[in-house]
């Protein structure tokens, strides 16, 4: 049939057969993908209901309830810098070119320095990197990406799976 293979890596799984007359959309995951684009939140839905124990960090985070229980369990752990700085992050990111810098130095100062209030554990050289684009007053869109890529990883890992074990996930 395919819906997982929509939302997910895995192949698709099982064959339909109709019984009388219908109407069938087929979608490929592009197509799909592309539908949904600007809608992150629905797909998220649709994964999260599919998937359910299967259920992916992306689909979590990106659904507005599914966000807010992890960040609950995060909290719970005292470590919510992870997820605070991947959106925070991702506000810098679709933010306009001139709203970037101010965004671009709170999210240094509050994640990355090494005072930082809540700061991440990245590897030195994203620090470094980072620091420099900063000092270039370069505000590329792209200048936290990896290290919200490394916090992903670190969150999926590691909290993710715990949450998903836990009485928040259900």
């Known amino acids: 049939f395919g819906e997982l293979a929509l939302i997910s890596d895995e192949k698709r799984l099982a064959t339909i057969r109709a019984r009388g007359r219908c109407i069938v959309l087929v979608f490929d995951k592009v197509a799909f993908q592309t539908l949904f684009m600007d809608t992150a939140e ?9 998937l359910q124990q299967k259920s992916e960090l992306k689909h ?4 507005p309830v ?3 229980k992890f960040y609950k369990y ?3 752990e005292y470590s919510t810098e992870s997820i605070k700085f991947w959106q925070h992050s991702r506000l810098y990111e679709k933010a306009l070119l001139n709203e970037r810098k101010v965004i671009a130095h709170e999210v240094y100062d509050m994640y990355i320095h090494k005072d930082a209030e809540f700061l991440i554990n990245i ?3 994203m620090t470094i990197e980072i620091e420099k684009g900063l000092k270039a007053g370069v505000y590329k869109k792209d200048l936290f990406e990896k290290a919200r890529l490394e916090i992903y990883k670190l969150m999926e890992r590691d909290n993710f799976k715990r949450f998903k074990a836990s009485k928040l996930f259900a």
């Open 42 to 50: 629905s797909v998220a839905d649709f994964a999260i209901r599919l």
């Open 60 to 63: 979590i985070i990106m659904h």
């Open 66 to 68: 599914g966000f807010l």
């Open 74 to 76: 995060l909290a719970g």
């Open 123 to 125: 590897p030195s050289t």
